[in-house]
């Protein structure tokens, strides 16, 4: 069950949204008239998605970014607003944030609240990408993200990231370790890896790394370039017999090329 807040002075336009956002499936939709009654909602349980009025009484709700920050919560944010050209300057640029101009339809607005909540929440599809990249487009983008990392058809582990910044890394059999960077760099390139992402919402949990993902990347990689050059033999050429040598060289040649074996 995903759970929308609504925050909105006007009761006839509110009971409204509520009554028509109600009938989705798997929806519970609660309601405030001001930035305090909904902020109050927020303390008793986080929505999944926040629909909130720009001119409030009282407190502007474009407070409510800041209110969300100091409680260390992810939750996305549509503003619904009949001065749009007036509030939208003060509201920051970010991904978890979109404004809409009054009226909205209630059709619209019901798309729009599927298209952030997955009804269900069904397990996120395997991701295209590996978790680098996925590490990379959310810093880059200043994203929130929970990257899951599967092993032998079990979960491994899994890296959250919040607005852009890798927070936590875990890997699923222990406890949370109070610097993850290890857990990071095993999870990153843990070898046949299945990769699912979705949108973190909600409360990030405890923060266990303070690196930057660009460090964190490269000190990753290092670590997993190490770890091969000292499982890989070294050959002591003066043991190496030459003709024995040779013949292989020829054979793999000829593999290469799809020929027959050098002769001499």
Same mark, same amino acid.
Not at 191 to 215: D, F, M, T
């Given at each position: 069950?995903?759970?929308?807040?609504?925050?909105?002075?006007?009761?006839?336009?509110?009971?409204?949204?509520?009554?028509?956002?109600?009938?989705?499936?798997e929806i519970n939709v609660v309601?405030?008239?001001?930035?305090?009654?909904?902020?109050?909602?927020?303390?008793?349980? =986080? %929505?999944?998605?926040?629909?909130?009025? !720009?001119? #409030?009484? &009282?407190?502007?709700?474009?407070?409510?970014?800041? /209110?969300? @920050?100091?409680?260390?919560?992810?939750?996305?944010?549509?503003?619904?607003?009949?001065?749009?050209?007036?509030?939208?300057?003060?509201?920051?640029?970010?991904?978890?944030?979109?404004?809409?101009?009054?009226?909205?339809?209630?059709?619209?607005?019901?798309?729009?609240?599927?298209?952030?909540?997955?009804?269900?929440?069904?397990?996120?599809?395997? =991701? %295209?990408?590996?978790?680098?990249?996925? !590490?990379? #487009?959310? &810093?880059?983008?200043?994203?929130?993200?929970?990257? /899951?990392? @599967?092993?032998?058809?079990?979960?491994?582990?899994?890296?959250?990231?919040?607005?852009?910044?890798?927070?936590?890394?875990?890997?699923?059999?222990?406890?949370?370790?109070?610097?993850?960077?290890?857990?990071?760099?095993?999870?990153?390139?843990?070898?046949?890896?299945?990769?699912?992402?979705?949108?973190?919402?909600?409360?990030?949990?405890?923060?266990?790394?303070?690196?930057?993902?660009?460090?964190?990347?490269?000190?990753?990689?290092?670590?997993?370039?190490?770890?091969?050059?000292?499982?890989?033999?070294?050959?002591?050429?003066?043991?190496?017999?030459?003709?024995?040598?040779?013949?292989?060289?020829?054979?793999?040649?000829?593999?290469?090329?799809?020929?027959?074996?050098?002769?001499?």
């Amino acid at each position: 069950m995903s759970r929308i807040l609504i925050i909105e002075d006007e009761e006839m336009l509110r009971s409204t949204m509520v009554r028509g956002l109600s009938k989705l499936p798997e929806i519970n939709v609660v309601d405030a008239g001001t930035l305090e009654e909904g902020l109050a909602h927020i303390d008793d349980e =986080a %929505p999944q998605l926040i629909l909130s009025d !720009i001119n #409030l009484p &009282g407190r502007s709700g474009v407070e409510l970014l800041g /209110e969300l @920050e100091k409680r260390k919560v992810n939750i996305p944010v549509i503003y619904i607003t009949a001065f749009m050209k007036t509030f939208q300057t003060m509201i920051p640029m970010h991904a978890n944030v979109s404004v809409f101009e009054k009226p909205v339809g209630l059709n619209e607005l019901r798309n729009i609240v599927l298209s952030h909540v997955k009804v269900g929440h069904p397990l996120a599809a395997p =991701a %295209p990408f590996s978790v680098p990249d996925y !590490i990379q #487009l959310s &810093g880059m983008g200043r994203y929130s993200i929970s990257i /899951e990392v @599967e092993r032998n058809g079990k979960i491994a582990g899994e890296i959250r990231v919040l607005s852009g910044e890798v927070w936590s890394a875990k890997l699923s059999d222990q406890k949370m370790e109070a610097n993850g960077k290890e857990t990071f760099s095993r999870l990153a390139y843990l070898p046949a890896q299945r990769v699912s992402c979705r949108a973190l919402i909600g409360e990030p949990g405890v923060r266990n790394i303070r690196e930057s993902w660009e460090s964190l990347l490269m000190e990753a990689a290092r670590q997993i370039d190490e770890k091969k050059r000292k499982t890989t033999p070294e050959v002591d050429l003066n043991k190496v017999n030459a003709t024995k040598l040779k013949e292989t060289v020829d054979e793999e040649l000829a593999a290469l090329f799809n020929d027959k074996p050098l002769e001499d």
